[in-house]
């Protein structure tokens, strides 16, 4: 594909997790979004645990360190995946609820992007990837891909949005889903203040001018 526009194609596939499915430590030079078509996974980054559920997706991102595996008690884990790259993939990501700092999001495999996947795979493979028509229709599905992801992102945190859109009313989204991401390791007050970057009580006061909690 094209390398002179913001984003583009560099692989993809899907599978069926077999007994024992564990991937990592690993690190990849581009950005690449699993998403979880049914089951449980686990996704280790950074000294957290993620446990991700049907319809959830994650993105690693380039130079840095995963691991990702099948829990014990799940039997039916199937993925696909997307590894893009590009100067323009990262804000991109941003607007679908991804964050180098919290690399999961919620809802996103959704039966219309299920649908774009699905058609995107059939011109991936059938070999005219090098014909100029082709290559458009490709390069075409894969943005729609990507609009959708932020259509579905912007859907799922709306409910939990505050309704003004100011930079600081933004940073309270993220550290509300940073939390969410994180309760069940028993997160503090003062690793969420240095995730937004901030003094434990400074962090207090704005997390509840803004929160509301």
Not at 49 to 75: E, I, S, V, W
Request: glycine share 8%; proline share 6%.
């Amino acid at each position: 594909m094209d390398k002179g526009t913001p984003f583009w194609l560099v692989r993809a596939g899907q599978s069926t997790a077999k007994p024992g499915y564990r991937i990592g430590p690993r690190r990849i030079e581009c950005y690449s979004i699993h998403f979880v078509r049914a089951g449980s996974l686990m996704v280790e980054y950074e000294g957290h645990t993620y446990r991700l559920q049907t319809g959830d997706a994650f993105c690693m991102y380039p130079n840095r360190t995963y691991m990702y595996y099948k829990p014990d008690d799940d039997h039916s884990l199937q993925l696909t995946w997307l590894a893009m790259d590009g100067p323009g993939m990262e804000p991109m990501l941003n607007l679908a609820g991804f964050h180098p700092d919290v690399p999961c999001s919620r809802g996103l495999w959704i039966p219309e992007v299920a649908n774009l996947i699905r058609r995107l795979f059939a011109e991936w493979k059938d070999g005219k990837t090098d014909q100029v028509a082709a290559a458009l229709n490709l390069k075409g599905l894969l943005y729609q891909v990507l609009s959708q992801l932020i259509a579905s992102a912007k859907a799922v945190d709306e409910p939990h949005r505050p309704a003004a859109t100011t930079i600081k009313n933004v940073k309270a989204s993220q550290w509300t889903e940073y939390i969410e991401w994180h309760a069940a390791e028993g997160i503090t007050v003062q690793q969420v203040a240095e995730y937004a970057g901030l003094n434990r009580t400074y962090f207090s006061t704005q997390f509840t001018r803004f929160v509301g909690m």
